[in-house]
């Protein structure tokens, strides 16, 4: 195991930028975001609002036809994107800030701490995600803060497990030892000593994890535990039209393509990043 | 088991085709059974149910899985015809004494169970006594309850005399209900022992049950030899199946492809002008529904061929804030329809000072229609300018506070006085709206009283006017309950009451 | 390792301390089942609504359901009926489902096997196929093949499960071509080997997931294998590149695909409710998600627990199997 001193912040962020992957992937991201938080801005219809039969493709003033409750399929795309990407990009960050905390603090305390906070993850990742959610969905009704949070820890746990590898090596290192050393209080080092030096698997994390907060999301909507009706949102739009795939497939397969870009987008980001700065073994 | 061996479908070559060198071709040659076509004497349906599935015709939770099983594996004294008109099975004659307190039922004679047993007149007694067994509920309980579980008497193998504790006149039609099927006396559920047209052969609830034709039945046996019924919860799920020949009939259909299934000539739509409404309810006993005029204003916010084109697709008929799509043999009842009107609902609840109105609207996936029409009617309400915020809850949760929303969406499929006793007046276990109107009451007291069927369409006529008048409920529609066949089945014939999959014997295939 | 498996698994060499660390590991996983198994009896109470109500219905009158509440012993204090459960399953007993008055052990048992059964086949699949691809595309990284099915596994990863098995119904069995049948309409009386044509989807279905998972290791392994200064010493010797795949950089790979073959093969159980869902396979994940939905608490508790010994038990032999995969000297490098 290779345990050379990383090069700087400022090194690695040039290389991902220059990273053909991760600028493709950055760029879908960006795309996609744009269309959410714009769309609203520029939809002919509000989002709920009867323009014509159910499912009609030709229904006058309607681009890609209308919904199974006669809307417009085309505002409620525009509408439908801005929730799922701030809930997802939200529940990742928490993901990535619980897991990074778990993370830093089992592998720079050691010992006990180590021993409960990666038997607390074990126990979370015993119990699967979807089911986790829709446990808690059950328990308190399907809020955008609780999905957002509820999704947000189901990250944690494998963000936690990466972070504590990364971070085992870190606090090894000479400057860990010698901050220890001078006294300096334990959140000053990990904050300011070992968390800089995860920048770039926190990245990649970043990348993954964002794929799976959206696949998750979806999933809910899917299943119905997600974002309500009559809200409009890409993952309850496949699951409200997916029966009329076959008369109306813009209904459906629009949202699933924009879902598919962003996600796409953030995997090859990460994909990018992993590439970038030569993390291809450890 | 053997049924498999029997089947028939595309050659092995074809499966392998997909998958060709890949360790599963191996373990598909194997186990070379083919879930295609299937062979003609089996009869496969799809339903929707869940893991409560039981065998029990009365201790049921209702769902569509339990109602198409015990209907086929159990009779009633009597049944729906397609036309919602009631004809006799188990029971020959009713004849009432001269003020309808007393029923006697005389039964057909030389029916056998399943097991080779008479089916007698203690046999109907111990039915009708399960049924009403305090400690254990069922359904069709508050359908009979005017019946006396102590007064009945077996006059002799073939007679069944009723004492009933208040007059009943439309006594025999009652016994149409499917919660009212009737068991042997000493009946198990695990070994349930019947009269119907099919016997059980296996049993697995959420999953599957297998029935074979019972040839000693009484009348006509049934055509096919074996009907498999299967659970599939998702009806998209349940349509690719039958398009792909997996099952032969499904109950379940995503109206949203009832045009679809339409038009391909390898299916066919039952399109059945059920007795299924979907009220909105208002609590009339809380504010701000105890004020008769947001009530009114509700109503006419409400927008009723929009709901119907939108949340049935079509596939239902308008509401008039009555119950009851029809009321065969009484005619209609003679109401202007309630129409649209926004400056009015406006005026009504400016009036009544409730121009800001701000509520919630309960409502669960419990029949296709009932989420939509809550979000239908919440967007018709902002013309109005008042917020209706619809609340989409899985069924746990609505019923958990089941009978105490103060304003939400049910359902109910049942002919007008059954739903009149569950839902309109005091007592009912749908009451909603807790609608306790004193001259409504009287009126039904007299009506299921009464013999006399011209009497009675006259007091029905009378209920319906001040339903529409002053009740709670917004009964925008009338949904048309949708399933779909394969072009290969014959005998599925549309039903008011009920449904072609609750009469499987009259059912074949080509 | 690429993945996110938990270095603290990491096994050191020498057998006896690794029966220790086993043994410990069994003793841990003992006590986090029996948090699990009071966090989720709890969670369960929390929830709005309960069986008794589920079981009557609308019709139900109050007094009716607090007949049926006492019946069943939902009146009485949490932490008593947790123990009465607890109880009964030292004694064997998984109890019985208030719902489907079935044995819950029953339910459980037909659902694990039809998984198991699921899951074999798919990694049956995808890991012969994940390793060809995962050695193809490392020996020739870069190349137009490698570009090709990395886009490809990423698309496939970044379609939401629900989505890649809609896409293969369409594809496979309703419009397209027939193929297979799009519901695992599993007969309950026979063996899932019987009718296996039944389930061809919902395996094809995770396969595809699975392989684009795999593959990418076993790429990013073999990646590291052929550029270490073992294999370039082996090369300088003159060493076939035949034998330098097979015999060093093959078994390195595999690896990290048995420790994500592990945790692919926990997550079966009970993690894939939606592709459950879309193929109405009789799986776990759906078990649970409508026991969930109906309250039916035995059921919900008998699931989760199964789930969470399937995902321990992966676990520890997982990293049984590492540890007899990792070549001798090479022991902490996996």
Request: glycine share 8%; charged share 15%; with cysteine.
């Amino acid at each position: 195991m290779s345990e050379s001193t990383p090069p700087s912040r400022a090194g690695y962020i040039a290389r991902i930028a220059a990273n053909r992957s991760a600028q493709v992937g950055m760029a879908l991201i960006l795309l996609v975001t744009a269309i959410a938080f714009l769309g609203p801005y520029v939809a002919p219809y509000t989002p709920s609002e009867f323009i014509g039969r159910p499912y009609n493709m030709a229904a006058e003033g309607a681009l890609l036809g209308t919904d199974n409750l006669g809307r417009d399929v085309w505002s409620r795309v525009l509408h439908g994107g801005h929730d799922l990407v701030w809930m997802a990009a939200a529940a990742t960050l928490l993901g990535l800030t619980l897991g990074t905390a778990i993370g830093l603090a089992a592998a720079y305390y050691k010992g006990l701490t180590d021993l409960l906070l990666m038997r607390l993850i074990e126990l979370k990742l015993a119990f699967p995600s979807i089911v986790f959610a829709l446990l808690f969905v059950t328990m308190f009704g399907p809020g955008k803060l609780l999905l957002t949070v509820v999704v947000g820890i189901s990250q944690a746990p494998s963000v936690a497990r990466v972070m504590r590898g990364v971070a085992l090596s870190v606090v090894r290192q000479d400057y860990v030892q010698w901050a220890r050393s001078v006294g300096m209080p334990s959140w000053r080092i990990l904050l300011s000593e070992v968390l800089p030096n995860t920048t770039s698997p926190l990245l990649v994390e970043f990348g993954l994890r964002m794929m799976w907060s959206i696949s998750l999301l979806a999933g809910l909507s899917f299943l119905g535990y997600g974002i309500q009706p009559p809200a409009a949102d890409w993952g309850l739009m496949v699951n409200e039209n997916r029966n009329a795939l076959a008369i109306q497939p813009y209904a459906v397969l629009t949202p699933i393509l924009l879902i598919a870009l962003f996600s796409i987008g953030c995997n090859i980001f990460a994909e990018g990043v992993t590439r970038a700065i030569g993390r291809t073994g450890n | 088991m053997t049924m498999d061996s029997t089947k028939t479908g595309p050659n092995r070559r074809q499966i392998l085709a997909g998958i060709s060198a890949t360790a599963l071709g191996a373990a598909l040659m194997s186990g070379a059974t083919l879930a295609f076509a299937q062979s003609t004497g089996t009869l496969r349906v799809a339903c929707n149910g869940s893991a409560s599935d039981s065998l029990d015709p009365h201790r049921t939770q209702g769902q569509v899985t339990d109602i198409v099983r015990f209907s086929n594996l159990f009779d009633g004294l009597c049944e729906y015809a397609p036309d919602g008109t009631v004809q006799n099975v188990l029971a020959e004659s009713f004849t009432p004494n001269a003020d309808a307190t007393e029923w006697t039922v005389r039964l057909v004679p030389g029916v056998t169970t399943h097991a080779g047993r008479p089916y007698e007149a203690e046999d109907l007694i111990a039915s009708v006594r399960r049924i009403l067994d305090p400690e254990h509920p069922t359904r069709g309980a508050s359908l009979i309850a005017f019946v006396d579980a102590e007064g009945l008497e077996a006059v002799d193998a073939q007679t069944v005399l009723f004492r009933l504790k208040r007059a009943y006149g439309p006594f025999r039609d009652v016994w149409a209900n499917r919660y009212l099927r009737m068991v042997p006396r000493d009946f198990d559920p695990s070994a349930p022992d019947g009269t119907g047209p099919f016997k059980v052969v296996s049993f697995t609830p959420g999953r599957e049950s297998v029935f074979d034709r019972f040839d000693g039945y009484f009348r006509e046996p049934a055509l096919v030899e074996r009907v498999v019924i299967s659970n599939i919860a998702d009806a998209t799920a349940a349509i690719n199946a039958l398009r792909s020949g997996q099952i032969d009939m499904t109950y379940l259909v995503p109206i949203s492809e009832a045009a679809i299934i339409e038009a391909d000539p390898s299916m066919q739509l039952v399109n059945n002008p059920s007795m299924l409404s979907i009220p909105i309810y208002m609590r009339t006993d809380v504010a701000p529904f105890d004020d008769p005029r947001v009530r009114e204003a509700i109503r006419l916010i409400a927008n009723r061929e929009q709901m119907v084109e939108i949340a049935l697709s079509g596939y239902g008929v308008v509401g008039n804030d009555m119950q009851g799509r029809n009321v065969t043999p009484c005619g209609d009842t003679p109401v202007p329809q309630r129409t649209q009107d926004i400056e009015r609902a406006r005026a009504l609840l400016a009036e009544a000072g409730q121009s800001d109105l701000d509520v919630e609207i309960a409502t669960t996936a419990g029949t296709p229609g009932m989420v939509e029409c809550a979000q239908i009617l919440a967007e018709q309400a902002r013309a109005a300018g008042i917020s209706i915020r619809a609340n989409v809850m899985d069924e746990a949760t609505y019923l958990a506070n089941y009978g105490n929303w103060s304003f939400g969406v049910d359902f109910l499929s049942d002919t007008y006085l059954p739903v009149v006793a569950r839902s309109l007046v005091p007592g009912g276990t749908f009451n909603n709206t807790h609608w306790n109107d004193a001259e409504f009451n009287a009126l039904f007291e007299r009506a299921t009283a009464s013999s006399d069927e011209a009497e009675r369409c006259e007091i029905i006529h009378q209920m319906r006017t001040i339903e529409h008048e002053r009740g709670g409920n917004i009964v925008w529609g009338f949904a048309n309950t949708l399933h779909a066949v394969g072009a290969n089945v014959q005998g599925v014939v549309p039903y008011v009451v009920n449904s072609a999959f609750n009469n499987l014997r009259v059912v074949s295939k080509s | 390792m690429t993945g996110t498996a938990d270095p603290a698994r990491r096994v050191p060499s020498g057998t006896r301390k690794n029966l220790g660390i086993i043994g410990t590991r069994l003793a841990i996983s003992l006590v986090l089942l029996i948090v699990m198994s009071m966090l989720v009896f709890a969670a369960t109470q929390a929830l709005p609504g309960d069986i008794a109500l589920m079981v009557l219905g609308r019709d139900a009158t109050p007094a009716q359901v607090d007949r049926l509440r006492s019946l069943l012993n939902l009146d009485a204090p949490v932490w008593q009926q947790y123990l009465l459960w607890a109880g009964n399953l030292l004694q064997g007993d998984f109890g019985t489902s208030f719902i489907s008055q079935q044995p819950v052990g029953d339910i459980v048992a037909a659902r694990i096997s039809n998984t198991l059964v699921v899951v074999i086949l798919s990694f049956a699949l995808s890991i012969p196929i994940s390793l060809l691809l995962g050695v193809f595309t490392a020996v020739h990284a870069d190349g137009l093949g490698d570009r090709i099915v990395l886009l490809v596994s990423i698309a496939l990863n970044a379609l939401p499960e629900f989505v890649l098995a809609l896409l293969l119904v369409l594809l496979l069995s309703v419009k397209v071509f027939h193929i297979f049948p799009p519901v695992a309409l599993l007969s309950p009386e026979q063996s899932v080997w019987a009718q296996l044509p039944r389930v061809a989807l919902p395996v094809l279905t995770l396969a595809l997931l699975q392989m684009s998972y795999f593959y990418r290791l076993v790429r990013a392994t073999m990646i590291d294998v052929l550029n270490s200064d073992y294999v370039e010493f082996a090369r300088l010797k003159g060493m076939p590149q035949r034998v330098i795949l097979w015999r060093h950089a093959i078994p390195n790979a595999l690896v990290p695909a048995v420790q994500a073959a592990g945790t692919i093969f926990a997550i079966s159980f009970g993690g894939v409710v939606v592709i459950e869902y879309v193929f109405a396979f009789p799986g776990l994940g759906t078990a649970l998600a409508e026991a969930v939905g109906s309250r039916d608490i035995q059921v919900v508790q008998a699931i989760t627990l199964t789930i969470a010994v399937i995902f321990f038990a992966t676990n520890i032999v997982t990293d049984l199997i590492t540890l007899m995969l990792t070549p001798p000297g090479r022991g902490g490098q996996a």
